[in-house]
């Protein structure tokens, strides 16, 4: 019968909203509202007339009003006047306007209680029936009361109806405190973007119970089944119990029945609690990454950045800003940021320059091939702390051009590292990759040499006895975001309308995000003595065709009907799965247990340092095979796959 009267009540809106636009009313003049409550006050005069009569148990034979009656009118009128209760929008009225009409009608009743028994006192006559003034005080309280509460329930029921076409049906997943500040923001959200349909409980407590008006939902079985049962159109997860575990398989269980997901913030990160709504964002491909996210310790970190000088090489890259961004939150003394691109460090600039506006930075255009210009910056500045993060990470352009490798990627980090040991950095953290270990092609080989580099140089200082530098080495996968990754073209190649492209229907790849990987960076060189080569626990290996099915659906769309995925084979140099050790390397375990440092074959710094100066010779005449030839001299596990260059790999016996 309740629904009957919601579809028929429904009806009735649909219709009428052609006729009439209650947005587009504008709010009714003072003198109006003043006018309709001057009638409510008519209506309660004859309405306690009528239960005086009842009372008394006589007939009412004059329909019009006494003076007596006349005189009570006007005086509440007058403290209507008084007091503003017509100042107020009936629709967004509030109990501060029932807390008006109580005063002001208290004090009418006052105010003729005292007409009363002063002319009373002077005439022995009486002017009002007591008791008809007291039944008057609260009929008229209650119907201007009434009157505004039925007005804005008229219009909060017409928009919600209205509006029933634009809005989202949502279930929201939890029934906790977040759960419930999260829905009722939604509800009370003008104009509303959400309609909320319920809560779900995985725990089942709750059920046959309401919270907000809202049914609470016992989950016995698929997500995706119970969205669809209640007709929702999308999930809100705004429950703090779960784990990554559960999010994941509630996001995956949406996603392949192509409903949407959102994620709602944590009522204790958020400043502005009124502004909760605004805040729920659709789940990333970040959020379903099958790894735990990483805690650091911010303590050791914030000891090794505070007050001091730090020199960020590449700080305009996708990494060293990042890093930029990190270091800044721990107040150095100063921040250097060096980069050769220049409209991403003015950028960078203009960010620093925004958020942290009492940090002293400079934004230095340098290029980390030129030692000569590098050393200008370190004679000047005299670095506490150098974060290199400049390099060319292109697996398919390093490959055609491996010379460009040899000086970005090797005299560049041995250009950076050879200055902070000259100037006496306290700590040189160089940003590597996975692709150093067991390297199949030039980008990969050109950072396992300067890998191999660095950590000769800590080498040569420690038999020297003068290790005033620690050298530090990060190893990481693939990064979610970062210039030339496969989620920005992924999300491009969608809002061309697809294909989406993939090399190899089997390719795998680690994954992790720009902060994460940047925080590695930070505590990798605070907890470092020097000489480590620090690698990161980064979960599970994701299948790249199972990435842009994601990706695809978490757009809206749905995998090979809206958006084809095509395989378009492997690129030089490039394999199917990165590895974070090689066969020869153990690991060892630190403080954090999502952070390993790796063992690896050491080399002498002469030993390289030839090599090096050998490869850089070759390099200047650009003969790319004798440039490969000599980094698989260096690098013996150096295998080029999918290559020109594999001619040169030595064969195994």
């Not at 009439?20 to 003043?34: E, H, T």
């Not at 303590?299 to 000088?309: D, G, H, P, Q, R």
């Amino acid at each position: 019968m309740l629904n009957q009267l919601k579809q028929a009540f429904r009806q009735v809106i649909e219709s009428s909203r052609k006729k009439i636009d209650f947005k587009n009313i504008g709010y009714l003049p003072r003198w109006a509202i003043l006018c309709f409550d001057t009638i409510t006050l008519l209506i309660s005069l004859f309405i306690t007339r009528l239960v005086v009569s009842k009372i008394q148990k006589t007939i009412i034979v004059d329909f019009g009003f006494s003076s007596q009656e006349v005189v009570l009118l006007l005086i509440n009128i007058l403290f209507f006047i008084l007091f503003r209760t017509y100042a107020g929008l009936i629709r967004h009225s509030t109990f501060i306007d029932a807390a008006k009409f109580l005063i002001a009608t208290a004090a009418t009743l006052l105010s003729v209680l005292l007409i009363h028994y002063g002319y009373y006192l002077f005439t022995s006559e009486e002017i009002f029936f007591i008791p008809q003034l007291f039944i008057y005080a609260v009929i008229s309280f209650c119907g201007l009361f009434l009157f505004r509460v039925l007005v804005k329930q008229i219009f909060e029921i017409y928009q919600s109806y209205s509006d029933i076409d634009t809005k989202l049906n949502v279930l929201v997943y939890g029934t906790d405190e977040n759960a419930i500040a999260i829905a009722s923001a939604l509800k009370s959200e003008k104009p509303a973007r959400y309609n909320v349909l319920g809560f779900i409980d995985k725990e089942g407590k709750n059920k046959s119970k309401e919270i907000l008006g809202l049914p609470i939902i016992h989950i016995n079985r698929k997500t995706a089944v119970i969205l669809r049962i209640y007709n929702a159109q999308a999930l809100i997860l705004a429950d703090n119990s779960l784990t990554k575990e559960e999010s994941i398989k509630i996001v995956d269980s949406c996603l392949e029945h192509n409903y949407k997901v959102f994620r709602a913030p944590l009522i204790s990160d958020i400043e502005n609690k009124t502004n909760l709504s605004s805040q729920i964002q659709k789940i990333q491909i970040e959020d379903i990454l099958e790894r735990d996210p990483i805690k650091l310790d911010n303590k050791l970190v914030a000891k090794e950045i505070f007050n001091k000088t730090i020199l960020v090489t590449g700080g305009a890259g996708s990494i060293g800003s990042e890093i930029v961004r990190q270091v800044a939150n721990y107040k150095p003394k100063k921040l250097l940021i060096l980069d050769q691109a220049e409209s991403p460090l003015y950028n960078i600039q203009l960010e620093i320059k925004n958020n942290f506006p009492e940090l002293q930075y400079e934004a230095v255009i340098a290029d980390v091939r030129k030692a000569d210009v590098l050393e200008t910056v370190f004679e000047k500045y005299k670095p506490d702390v150098v974060y290199h993060a400049a390099a060319y990470k292109h697996v398919p352009l390093m490959e055609c051009h491996p010379s460009e490798a040899v000086f970005a990627n090797i005299i560049g980090s041995k250009n950076v590292a050879d200055l902070a040991c000259k100037y006496k950095a306290e700590k040189f953290v160089m940003v590597s990759t996975d692709k150093a270990v067991n390297p199949s092609n030039v980008m990969g080989a050109s950072k396992r040499i300067a890998e191999i580099y660095v950590q000769a140089l800590q080498q040569k200082v420690n038999k020297k006895n003068k290790a005033t530098t620690n050298f530090v080495t990060t190893r990481f996968g693939n990064v979610l975001g970062s210039n030339g990754s496969v989620v920005p073209l992924f999300k491009r190649q969608i809002e061309e309308g697809g294909p989406l492209t993939i090399t190899h229907p089997d390719i795998i790849r680690y994954f992790m995000t720009i902060p994460e990987a940047c925080q590695l960076v930070l505590e990798a060189g605070a907890m470092g003595n020097g000489g480590e080569i620090f690698i990161f626990d980064m979960g599970k290996a994701v299948k790249i065709i199972d990435l842009a099915k994601k990706i695809i659906r978490l757009a809206g769309f749905t995998p090979y009907k809206d958006i084809d995925i095509k395989v378009v084979g492997l690129r030089p140099g490039e394999k199917l799965y990165e590895e974070l050790l090689s066969d020869k390397s153990t690991t060892l375990p630190t403080y954090n247990e999502k952070i390993m440092i790796a063992k690896v074959e050491t080399y002498s710094h002469l030993e390289i340092n030839e090599h090096i100066q050998e490869l850089i010779t070759i390099a200047k005449e650009e003969d790319k095979n004798a440039i490969v030839k000599k980094m698989k001299d260096i690098v013996p596990e150096f295998i080029s796959m999918n290559s020109d260059y594999e001619i040169f790999d030595k064969k195994i016996v």
